[in-house]
């Protein structure tokens, strides 16, 4: 299948997520408060955006089911995801909405919000945005996985932010994967080259966000 090879293409990068700093302060529970203060503040503004995308899918579908499927998606970045960030919150001991306060497309984040609404504007397909959105739930969930894999969480603060991502994503994967094979098996070499870029590019954008969390990135302007 187009998507197992992308996931195999997507190894070596989540791989160096996984020993990159900010996953080892969440392994070791003792990442900076900065860090994830940091991350809050750009990742809400993030998922707000990731939803608001969904939304422009929408409008590209006819199939009802795609159409409830990216319905359910969206409430569940809204309203679902929060939960993985009150774990931070908790541990950062703050108020998560004073945390997320003054948030603001910091320039990792900037970068990747940009490349899902270029896919989305550019192409009629909704499968091209598809492809850059998918490594988010994918990424999370094969760290998430790896983390259980190789570590006993048992009193770490972080471990409900781990185990919302080892559990919550199986569905949503499934059915991103079967839509871009789906489009995959008619669509032109040239167009399956930029899936993969698309995937690949976003995987790591995932690495970035994290690094510029880590170090607190911002603009300076
Ligand atoms: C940047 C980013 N990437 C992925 C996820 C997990 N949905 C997230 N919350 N934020």
Known sequence: MFTDELQQEAAPIIDAIYHD??????????????????YLKADHLYLNEFAK??????????DKEDIRFLLEQIDFV??????????????????YV????????YPASDHYIKHMYYNAFKYDDASFTICAMAPCPYVYQQLALKI?????LIGNPLKD??????????????????????????????????????????????RRFFAMSYHQEKWNV
């Open 53 to 62: 995308i969904y939304s422009l899918l929408i409008a590209k579908l006819d």
């Open 78 to 95: 809204v309203n679902g995801e929060v939960t993985a960030h009150y774990t931070m919150a908790d541990y950062v001991g703050e108020d």
């Open 98 to 105: 004073s945390i997320i306060e003054g948030g603001e497309w």
């Open 21 to 38: 700093p900010f996953i080892k302060g969440i392994i070791n529970g003792d990442i900076s408060k900065d860090a994830i203060r940091h």
């Open 148 to 152: 259980k894999e190789n570590h006993d």
């Open 161 to 206: 932010w781990v185990d919302f991502y080892a559990v919550n994503m199986d569905e949503l994967m499934g059915h991103l994967n079967r839509w871009v094979n789906r489009f995959a098996e008619t669509t032109t070499e040239q167009n399956k080259a930029i899936l993969r870029r698309n995937f690949l590019e976003s995987c790591v954008h995932e």
